[in-house]
């Protein structure tokens, strides 16, 4: 089944506790984003990254740090979490080429900074 | 940099009726425009997107309009239903994935 995945669904942390976040993708697609959500807020990107190797900074990227050595894998860093990263996170993956942009969401992971 | 400004931040109406949201953008450089639906604990997921050399783009119930002049877009449902009750997201495409979101729409389908 075509997917995009993240671990773990939910997680709760304390401050200054270096956390990661996976998301992998079987779609073989080229591009990865990550997002957070907050109420009224809509989705902000973090990061994005359009091939292994290559990253960019969304607009919020302070706080946070990817990598993309593997096509398939796009983990999500925090080295040391803040209660303002106190958030719903979504990872997603587009098949890239220009043609299609369509932005494929994993389920999403729950994250309570305390 | 690119800014996407969504109205109305809620919505109801009737079952049956049509429902309008409106979105404008800041960028002129913003070349692709989807717009997603998120029901109640789910992940986003694409309902139908718009191009910036398309004005219009329509499937079944939904449609979306884009006028590049005015920096502005809509998305149109005619016909609601219950299950089209969800927070609705437009968004804008600046440059090379680089997605920037609207803050919502929670439209509600009243029976």
């Known amino acids: 089944e075509a997917q995009v995945t993240q671990n773990p669904r939910y997680l709760i942390t304390v401050t200054g506790k270096k956390l990661t976040v996976t998301c992998s993708q079987n779609?073989?697609?080229?591009?990865m984003s990550w997002y957070r959500q907050d109420p009224g807020l809509g989705l902000r990107q973090i990061y994005y990254?359009?091939?292994?190797?290559?990253?960019d900074k969304g607009d919020v990227p302070e706080g946070y740090k990817v990598s993309r050595k593997e096509k398939r894998n796009f983990p999500l860093i925090l080295e040391s979490p803040s209660p303002n990263q106190t958030s719903l996170y979504f990872c997603?993956?587009?098949f890239g080429g220009g043609a299609w942009d369509e932005q494929f969401f994993g389920p999403g992971t729950r994250l309570t900074v305390l | 940099g690119e800014n996407v400004e969504q109205h109305p931040s809620t919505l109801s109406v009737q079952e049956g009726d049509s429902a309008v949201i409106k979105c404008t953008y800041s960028?002129?450089?913003?070349?692709?425009f989807p717009w997603y639906k998120q029901e109640l604990g789910k992940r986003p997921q694409l309902i139908i997107d718009?191009?910036?050399?398309?004005g219009e783009k329509k499937d079944q119930r939904i449609a979306v309009t884009l006028n590049k002049t005015a920096k502005h877009f809509s998305l149109h449902i005619t016909e609601t239903q219950p299950e089209d009750s969800a927070v609705y997201f437009c968004?804008?495409?600046?440059?090379?994935?680089?997605?920037?979101f609207g803050p919502g729409t929670r439209l509600s389908v009243l029976p």
């Open positions: 997603a993956s587009t």
């Open positions: 779609m073989n697609h080229e591009y």
């Open positions: 990254s359009m091939n292994v190797e290559v990253t």
């Open positions: 960028d002129s450089a913003s070349n692709y």
């Open positions: 718009i191009r910036s050399n398309v």
């Open positions: 968004a804008a495409e600046p440059y090379g994935q680089n997605f920037v």
